[in-house]
C-alpha cells in the first residue's frame, strides 16, 4: 500500500490501483486529441532486467508545455505512446525543486537541496522526506551511470546545454554547488565515461571566460591522451568510427533547436547525438546507459518564450523517438522519459479568453506561433545596436504587420525581450503564471523490460534503473564513497591535505614510509613512483575527502 499526498490529504491506495488509474488517465488525456494509442509500444515481454537502459530528460517541461507543442505538430509525439503514469518532484527542502536536487534524486536515489549535485542533503524538511538523510550533509552518493560502469557496460551523456550543468552533472559528478564547473569537468573525464557529447568546451581549457579552467590544465589533452576522438561539429560526429567520443560543440550552451539552422548550423541536433550514441555504445556486449537531456525547454520556459518551449520539446521528442526505435527492435532496453519539474506554469488560455474559451478554435493559438521563425534568443541575436532593424526582428519572433500599439510598445519597451513574449502570447491566447520552476507533477514515460508505472517518486526512478541493470545504489555508494580520514586511521595512517595548488588540492596519506596521493576529482592514486587508475573519482566535499574502498585495499598492500 502507498500513501500518497492529494493537495494536503493524505490517501492510502494500492499501489497496483494506482499505478492503474493515473496511467489510465493520463493516457487518456493525452490521447483524447488525436486518437488511438500506438500499441506497437507495448515491449512483447516485461522482465526485470534490461540489457540497456536510457534516460531522457526534458528540463523544465510543464505539462502545459508538451500540450502545446502537440497542437503545433498537428501530430501525436512519440512521448504519447509510451506515457505510464506521473512523478512526483518536490526536494528535501522544498514543494518546487531546482534541477541540481532534481537530478540527483533521478540519478542516486536520494532527495537533496537546492544547487547540490550527486551528495546528500544538508536540510529535510518537507514532509514524506526521511530525515535521515541529513545525518551525513554533502555526502557524495552513487549515480547509476557509476553503477552502471562498474557492472562493465558502457556509458554515456548528452545534454544541449553545457555537459557541466546540473542535470548531466548529477548523473556524473558530484559537488556542493552546481556552478563548480571546473570540479563537475574534471570529474567528468576521469569517470571514463565512453561518449560524452553536448557544449561546454570552455569548463574544459584554461582561458579568461566565465567558464574557462583557473587550475591551468587542459582537459582535451588528457582526453586524447586516453584515446578519445574530439569532435566539434557535427559532420565530424556523424563520422566518427571511434568507440569513445568526446563532442564540444559550442564553448558554452548549444542553439535553440529552432535557430540552429540560421545561427549554428554546424551543431548537431539532439536526435543526431542521441541516434550516434545509441549506435556507438550498443557494441558493448555488456550493454550500456545512456543519458539524454533536452535542456533549454527550461530556459525558454524561464524566459516565458512560447517558440523556444515548441521547438526544443519537439527536438527532444525527435531524440525519443530514436531510443524507441532502437529498444523496439533490440527488446532489451528499458527507455524512460521525464522532465526534472515544471517550469512557467504556461497554458493554452489566458486572461484574454476567460469567458470567450469554449468557442475558440485551436488555430487562434497556433497560427499566431507559427508566423514565428525564429526562438526570443535568435531574434534579438539580429537585432542591430542601433535597433535599426527592430520591426524585421519582431517579424522573425513573429509580430508581423504589428498595430499601432504594438509598435509603440516595441519602440519604448526598457526591456524589449520581456515586450516581445507579452505580445506574441497575447496574440496566442498564452498565459504563463511565472518565470520560475513550479511544482506541479510531471508525466512519467516508460518502455521496455521493467517499466515503471504509476505515481511514483522521482527517487524511484533511479531505483528502477539499479535494479534493471543489477545493482543496488547503496552498496555501490559504499564501494565508492568512504570517507578517506576515517578509513585511513583504522590502517593507523596519517591523512593531510596538500593545498599548495589551492585549485587542485592532494590528499597525502602516511604510514611509516608508506605513502600515497589522491589528487581531487580525479580517478588516480600516486604510490612507489606510478600511478594506479581507481575505479571511482577522488571528491571533496565540504573539506572531507571520500575515496573509493579500494584505495584503502590498495594502500595496505604497499610495502
Given amino acids: 500500500m502507498d500513501i500518497i499526498n492529494l493537495g494536503g490529504i493524505f490517501v492510502t491506495i494500492s499501489k497496483k490501483v494506482l499505478g492503474v488509474t493515473l496511467a489510465s488517465a493520463v493516457m487518456l488525456s493525452s490521447l483524447g486529441q488525436f486518437g488511438q494509442k500506438d500499441e506497437k509500444a507495448e515491449a512483447k515481454k516485461d522482465p526485470e532486467k534490461a540489457k540497456n537502459v536510457i534516460m531522457l530528460v526534458m528540463d523544465g517541461t510543464s505539462v502545459g508545455a508538451t500540450n502545446l507543442a502537440r497542437w503545433y505538430k498537428g501530430e501525436p509525439l512519440a512521448l504519447d505512446s509510451i506515457v505510464t503514469g506521473g512523478v512526483f518532484t518536490h526536494s528535501a527542502e522544498s514543494a518546487i525543486t531546482d534541477s541540481a536536487p532534481a537530478s540527483t534524486a533521478m540519478a542516486t536515489g536520494n532527495k537533496s537541496n537546492d544547487k547540490l549535485v550527486g551528495v546528500l542533503p544538508e536540510v529535510v524538511n518537507t514532509p514524506g522526506v526521511d530525515p535521515a538523510l541529513a545525518e551525513k550533509p554533502f555526502k557524495p552518493v552513487a549515480n547509476v551511470l557509476e553503477g552502471a560502469k562498474r557492472g562493465g557496460k558502457a556509458t554515456g551523456i548528452i545534454s544541449t546545454s553545457e555537459i557541466q550543468h546540473a542535470t548531466p552533472a548529477g548523473f556524473s559528478a558530484h559537488v556542493t554547488h552546481r556552478s563548480e564547473y571546473e570540479k563537475i569537468a574534471e570529474q567528468q573525464v576521469y569517470q571514463g565515461i565512453d561518449v560524452v557529447l553536448g557544449g561546454g568546451k570552455d569548463a574544459l581549457v584554461p582561458g579568461e571566460a566565465k567558464n574557462n579552467r583557473k587550475d591551468g590544465e587542459n582537459l582535451v589533452n588528457v582526453l586524447k591522451n586516453n584515446g578519445y576522438d574530439i569532435v566539434e561539429n557535427r559532420t565530424d560526429l556523424l563520422n566518427t568510427k571511434s568507440d569513445k567520443i568526446w563532442g564540444a560543440f559550442a564553448p558554452n550552451q548549444l542553439a535553440y533547436d529552432i535557430d540552429r539552422e540560421k545561427t549554428n548550423p554546424n551543431e548537431p541536433t539532439l536526435a543526431q547525438m542521441t541516434n550516434k550514441a545509441i549506435n556507438t555504445l550498443s557494441k558493448d556486449k555488456d550493454g550500456f546507459f545512456l543519458f539524454v537531456e533536452g535542456s533549454k525547454v527550461d530556459w525558454a520556459a524561464h524566459a516565458n518564450d512560447p517558440i523556444g518551449i515548441i521547438g526544443d520539446v519537439l527536438s527532444f521528442d525527435a531524440a525519443v523517438q530514436e531510443a524507441l526505435n532502437f529498444a523496439k527492435k533490440d527488446k532489451d532496453t528499458l527507455v524512460i522519459a521525464v522532465s526534472d519539474h515544471g517550469n512557467s506554469g504556461i497554458t493554452m488560455g489566458n486572461l484574454n479568453t476567460s469567458k470567450t474559451y469554449p468557442n475558440i478554435p485551436v488555430s487562434a493559438y497556433i497560427d499566431p506561433l507559427k508566423k514565428a521563425s525564429m526562438t526570443l534568443e535568435g531574434a534579438l541575436s539580429q537585432l542591430k545596436a542601433d535597433k535599426s532593424n527592430l520591426l524585421e526582428v519582431a517579424a522573425l519572433y513573429g509580430i508581423d504587420n504589428p498595430t499601432d500599439a504594438e509598435k509603440e510598445a516595441l519602440v519604448k519597451s526598457a526591456n524589449l525581450q520581456q515586450t516581445l513574449v507579452q505580445l506574441l502570447s497575447n496574440r496566442a491566447n498564452i498565459g504563463?503564471?511565472?518565470?520560475?520552476?513550479?511544482?506541479?507533477?510531471?508525466?512519467?514515460?516508460?518502455?521496455?523490460?521493467?517499466?515503471?508505472?504509476?505515481?511514483?517518486?522521482?527517487?524511484?526512478?533511479?531505483?528502477?534503473?539499479?535494479?534493471?541493470?543489477?545493482?543496488?545504489?547503496?552498496?555501490?555508494?559504499?564501494?565508492?564513497?568512504?570517507?578517506?580520514e576515517e578509513a585511513?586511521?583504522?590502517?593507523?595512517?596519517?591523512?593531510?591535505?596538500?593545498?599548495?595548488?589551492?585549485?587542485?588540492?592532494?590528499?597525502?596519506?602516511?604510514?611509516?614510509?608508506?605513502?600515497?596521493?589522491?589528487?581531487?576529482?580525479?580517478?588516480?592514486?600516486?604510490?612507489?613512483?606510478?600511478e594506479t587508475k581507481l575505479k571511482s573519482v577522488v571528491v571533496q566535499s565540504k573539506g572531507k575527502f571520500y575515496i573509493p574502498e579500494e584505495a584503502v585495499k590498495l594502500f595496505s598492500k604497499i610495502k
Avoid: Q
Wanted: aromatic share 8%; proline share 4%; glycine share 10%.
Fill in 432 to 484: 504563463f503564471s511565472t518565470g520560475g520552476h513550479t511544482g506541479e507533477e510531471v508525466f512519467l514515460y516508460s518502455y521496455g523490460p521493467g517499466k515503471p508505472t504509476g505515481l511514483i517518486d522521482n527517487t524511484e526512478i533511479a531505483h528502477t534503473m539499479a535494479s534493471s541493470m543489477g545493482f543496488d545504489l547503496k552498496k555501490v555508494s559504499e564501494e565508492l564513497f568512504v570517507e578517506a
Fill in 488 to 530: 585511513f586511521k583504522k590502517e593507523n595512517a596519517a591523512v593531510k591535505i596538500d593545498e599548495t595548488d589551492k585549485h587542485n588540492p592532494v590528499l597525502i596519506v602516511t604510514k611509516g614510509n608508506k605513502i600515497a596521493k589522491f589528487p581531487v576529482n580525479k580517478n588516480i592514486m600516486i604510490a612507489e613512483g606510478k
